[in-house]
C-alpha cells in the first residue's frame, strides 16, 4: 500500500492530501471515495499493516522450532520494518490521531503482549530461558520499552538513528532473557556474531 510507505517514510503529520495524492497517481477526489479525510485513510493504513503483521508473526510461530529461534525471527522482523521506520510516526499517532493511537495501544496491549508472554513461558519450559524471571513483568517492559525509544528528550532521532535504538534494545532483551543453555544455542548457532541482524 502506498500509503503506507509515504506514513513509514515521512510520519504522518507532515503529509498532506495532495502530496499523498501525487504520489499515488491519484486526484484528492479518487482518494475521497474510499476515505473521508487524512484520519481515515491514517487509521485504514494502519489496521491493513497490523492485519498483515498479524498473519505474518502467526506464520513465524507455526515455523520456528523452539522459543529462541521464533524470538530470533520476530527480531529480524521487527528490524526490517523499522529500517524504513521515521521514529517520530508513532509520537505524532499518539498527539494528533488518537483514534487511530487507540486502534495502535489494543493491538499492542492484546495481541503483541499475549505473543511475547506466550514466549516467554514456552522459552521458561523449554530451559532456554531464565526460570526465575516474572513473565509478566517482563513482557511489559519489552511492550513499553518503545515508548522510551521514541522519547525525543532522551534519544533525538538526529543523534539516535531509530534502527541502531531498536537494534541494541532488542539485543538487550534476548541477552537479559536467555539462560546458559539458551546462550549457548545463540552461540552455536553464530546468532550473535558477524552477519545477523543483532550486530
Not at 499517532?93 to 493511537?101: A, F, S
Not at 536467555?178 to 548457532?189: C, I, P, R, T, W
Request: charged share 30%; proline share 2%; aromatic share 12%.
Amino acid at each position: 500500500m502506498k500509503s503506507r510507505e509515504l506514513f513509514m517514510k515521512h510520519g504522518v503529520k507532515s503529509l498532506t492530501m495532495d502530496e499523498i495524492a501525487k504520489e499515488m497517481g491519484m486526484s484528492k477526489k479518487a482518494i475521497y471515495q474510499f476515505v473521508e479525510n487524512k484520519s481515515d485513510l491514517i487509521r485504514l493504513t494502519l489496521e491493513d499493516f497490523l492485519e498483515e503483521e498479524r498473519k505474518l508473526l502467526h506464520g513465524i510461530l507455526k515455523n520456528s522450532t523452539n522459543s529462541v529461534d521464533e524470538m530470533i525471527k520476530m527480531i529480524d522482523y521487527f528490524l526490517q520494518v523499522v529500517r524504513e521506520f521515521k521514529g517520530s510516526t508513532i509520537h505524532e499517532l499518539e498527539t494528533y490521531y488518537p483514534q487511530t493511537w487507540k486502534v495502535y495501544n489494543e493491538y499492542r496491549f492484546n495481541f503483541m503482549l499475549g505473543l511475547i508472554k506466550t514466549n516467554l513461558e514456552n522459552g521458561v519450559k523449554e530451559g532456554f530461558y531464565r526460570d526465575h524471571m516474572d513473565i509478566d513483568i517482563i513482557s511489559k517492559i519489552y511492550i513499553l520499552a518503545n515508548d522510551i525509544l521514541l522519547n525525543q528528550d532522551l534519544f533525538p532521532t538526529d543523534k539516535y538513528p531509530y534502527l541502531n535504538l531498536y537494534r541494541e534494545f532488542l539485543g538487550y532483551h534476548l541477552r537479559g532473557i536467555v539462560s546458559a543453555k539458551g546462550l549457548k544455542y545463540l552461540n552455536d548457532h553464530n546468532l550473535f556474531k558477524c552477519g545477523t541482524t543483532l550486530n
